[in-house]
């Protein structure tokens, strides 16, 4: 833990990252009491606000259901300023400065810590870092800085900006958050597979045909069009947050759980894993709902009128390795589909000489989002006086299992960690760089040869090859009809 006082500065403060996630963290943290004694919470971006108006703004999306959560974030409220400046003008960062010195220095302690956050467009990231560095880093105490991907384009531009960053923050300073690494089911991965015994046996490509790892939206790309057209669904989803997941379903144990020992593993399995190819890749665009009320991705102004972006993506990894060879990572991820979801499949094989018919596979489902569960699909004998079977589930349905659930959000256990010092869960330069070499070809090639994506009907599975795509990797639907029976979150 931090010793001294901590001052956590949000550099674009105004924009929709810090309200929607950056400052609701923060209050969460401060309402369960994780922030450091005294710490104080100073906004910086170029809007002219007001502090009222800065309170507004950043109070848009916290949620205040009892009385005793009102008083709670009006107090918190006072803990937190607001400073406008320019993100290249040295003079602002010395008055951004001044202002973090003036409450330091109420406090009158020595250690003198700053968390800088940057909710930042990628085009400010280099100079932010360095005008941080110049004019507001604190020089009795800890600098952390955080930063939101995108990191990057490819793997040439990712370089790049590490190399820019590089002189300006040591590698111990950088917090690269993906926040799926925040999310209480993908943190559990590591116990599940290396806390039960039932499962480090069968984890292999003995035991396991496919994975998939599933991330499904309802929602478009609605009022961000622009922006993801310049990125697609591959480096706004798959390239890191499945990317993440995948990782940590298929790496070797680390030797401790400290963040450095954790991470070596997650680079050493990524860079067994060579660059995705052309004919691993499902890609789609959605097209609007059939009852026209939701526009297709193309009917957005700030998207260009002929643009190949994919807003669906499916895509294929292997993993050389002796643990994985042969077993096919389907990746799956996209907008504007039917249903929120965010799953882990591990399908396994089939039963070798199997003498009931007709059995279907076993499957365990780690369900990231929405109603956090694992459960594994199995085969039991239908209760009565046959033989039959039926297919079943072992099920750890957590609001059910667990009373008074709460989840804390990935900002939340995110920053927490920021301020603990602890790398785990945070993006390695090493990392990133392996990451960006499994889909940079990839990406390369759709863009050069402008690949078309398949169009799919807003609020549908997706394109229509999407299941003749994982049967392609031996992925086999259960023989009889299966669905899990998820109650639904209260
Ligand atoms: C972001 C992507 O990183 O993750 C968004 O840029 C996506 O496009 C979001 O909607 C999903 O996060 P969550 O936590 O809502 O699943």
Partial sequence: QLSGVTTIIVLGASGDLAKKKTY??????????????????????????????????????????TEEIKVLLSKFLKLCTYVSGQYDVDEDYQ??????????????SK?????????????????????????????NGINRLIVEKPFGMDLD??????????????????YRIDHYLGKEMVKNLLIIRFSNVIFGAIWNRQSISNVQITFKEKIGTGGRGGYFDEFGIIRDVMQNHILQILSIVAMERPVSLSSEDVRDEKVRVLRCIPPVKLQDVLLGQYTKSEDGTNPGYLDDD??????????FAAATLFINNDRWEGVPFILKCGKALNEPKTEIRVQFQDVPGNV?????????????????????????????????????ELDLTYHRRFSDLVIPDAYESLILDVLKGDHSNFVRDDELDAAWKIFTPILHQIEEEKIKPQPYTFGSRGPPGIDEFVAKYGFKRSTQEYNWPAQPAT
């Fill in 24 to 65: 609701p963290a923060l209050f969460g943290l401060y309402r369960n009491n994780f922030l450091p004694e005294g710490t104080r919470i100073i906004g910086y971006s170029r809007s002219k606000l007001s502090d009222e108006g800065f309170y507004e703004r950043i109070s848009g999306y916290m949620k205040t259901p």
């Fill in 95 to 108: 008055r951004l400065n001044k202002a973090i010195e003036d409450i330091e220095n109420v406090n009158n």
């Fill in 111 to 139: 250690e003198k810590n700053r968390v800088f956050y940057m909710a930042l467009p990628p085009s400010v990231f280099v100079p932010v870092a360095r005008g941080l560095k110049n004019n507001v880093y604190s020089k």
């Fill in 157 to 174: 531009s990712s370089r790049k900006l590490g190399k820019a960053l590089a002189p300006l923050w040591k590698e111990e300073e950088t």
């Fill in 302 to 311: 700030t998207v260009p009128p002929e643009s190949n972006c994919p807003t």
């Fill in 356 to 392: 009931f018919k007709n059995a279907s596979r076993n499957e365990l489902v780690i369900r990231v989002q929405p109603n956090e569960a694992v459960y594994m699909k199995m085969t039991n004998k239908l209760p009565g006086l046959s033989m039959d079977t039926v297919i079943s």
